[in-house]
């Protein structure tokens, strides 16, 4: 059972970047799946939650830029990320848990859920 995340890179600002969570071992549609943002230094920032019931939350800072989505032919989760801005790096995580958890910051790799990813790592340029 695992996540595994890609399509992080490095970007200038205003641009675009898909990032990917590959799961395996479960399915999407039984779980909270959020994605996260790792700044350095700091602990993990919710950014995204795609919830069970088919809602979604979105972080203030990135409505309207970002947006999640789920292929579960492919048993993958997006997370579409347009007009970067310089804000906006971090190595980012996806998470899977059973519950909602309504914290806006957790620590990275926190046991409050269930699996982590790798992370994939995005930088803007000014």
């Known amino acids: 059972v695992q996540l595994v995340e890609s399509g992080g890179g490095s970007v200038q600002a205003e641009g675009s970047l898909r990032l990917s969570c590959v799961a395996s071992g479960f399915t999407y549609n039984n779980y909270y799946m959020g994605w996260f943002r790792q700044a350095p230094g700091n602990d993990c920032e919710l950014v995204s939650m795609?919830?069970?019931?088919?809602?979604?939350y979105y972080a203030d800072s990135v409505k309207g830029r970002f947006t999640v989505s789920q292929d579960h032919a492919k048993n993958t989760a997006y997370l579409q990320m347009n007009s970067l801005q310089v804000e906006d790096p971090g190595k980012y995580f996806c998470?899977?848990?059973?519950?909602?958890?309504?914290?806006?910051?957790?620590?990275?790799?926190?046991?409050?859920?269930?699996?982590w990813g790798q992370g994939t790592q995005v930088t803007v340029s000014s």
């Open positions: 795609f919830r069970v019931d088919g809602s979604i």
């Open positions: 998470a899977r848990e059973r519950v909602w958890v309504s914290k806006g910051t957790v620590a990275c790799g926190s046991d409050e859920y269930r699996q």
